[in-house]
């Protein structure tokens, strides 16, 4: 038996560690992709969900885990846990990802998109195979981004001069 054949155990084709005979721990996340998907899946959760309570504009009720209204919740586990198909179909994950975070920011559950539509945009940058259809999901983050930021600054107003020039330098000009 060779050195390699010894390596390799034949009930799973997993390279074994030679001092333990157990797999690495890294391999593992390399063998189960589905795994990591879903464990990257529920850390996205827990970030969105730890954003939406200590974002700055919240208070009261809304500020608590029991205060989060039910939608909101369907929202981000839908939006997050349909990254676990983010390799075999990463248009219709980011489609998916796309309308949560568009739900979610015009019932103003959220201030922004969610934060699993960037590994979706990953995703479709990775594994689509249309060129095409990547630029589209691209351009379509890219105009939902640019429409909640025109929607939080409506209405447009010219910049101030307090805003372009430091205040102190408009006092020591003054003085």
């Known amino acids: 038996m060779s ?9 799973s084709a997993l390279p074994l560690d030679p001092r333990t005979r157990s797999m ?3 391999d593992f996340w390399t ?13 996205l959760f827990l970030v969105t969900v730890l954003a939406r309570l200590f974002h700055p504009g919240q208070s009261g009720l809304s500020n608590s885990l029991a205060g989060m209204e039910p ?3 369907l929202l981000f586990t839908v939006g997050c846990l349909v990254l676990v198909w ?5 248009l219709s994950v980011h489609a ?7 739900l979610a920011m015009s019932l103003g559950y959220f201030d922004g998109p969610l934060v699993a539509i960037m590994v979706s945009l990953y995703s479709v940058g990775r594994y689509a195979n249309s060129e095409r ?9 890219v105009a939902l981004t640019a429409v909640d930021t025109l929607a939080n600054s ?22």
Do not use: Q
């Open 86 to 90: 983010r390799r075999s179909r990463p």
């Open 24 to 26: 690495p721990w890294w």
């Open 96 to 102: 998916a990802v796309l309308i949560c975070s568009m």
């Open 71 to 73: 939608g909101a919740w």
């Open 31 to 43: 063998h189960s992709p589905r795994v990591a998907d879903l464990v990257l899946a529920f850390i």
């Open 133 to 141: 259809w990547s630029y589209l999901a691209v351009a379509a983050a």
């Open 3 to 11: 050195y390699i054949a010894a390596m390799i155990d034949t009930d």
């Open 154 to 175: 409506w209405p447009l107003r010219a910049p101030s001069i307090e805003s372009l020039v430091p205040s102190e330098f408009v006092m020591s000009a003054l003085i």
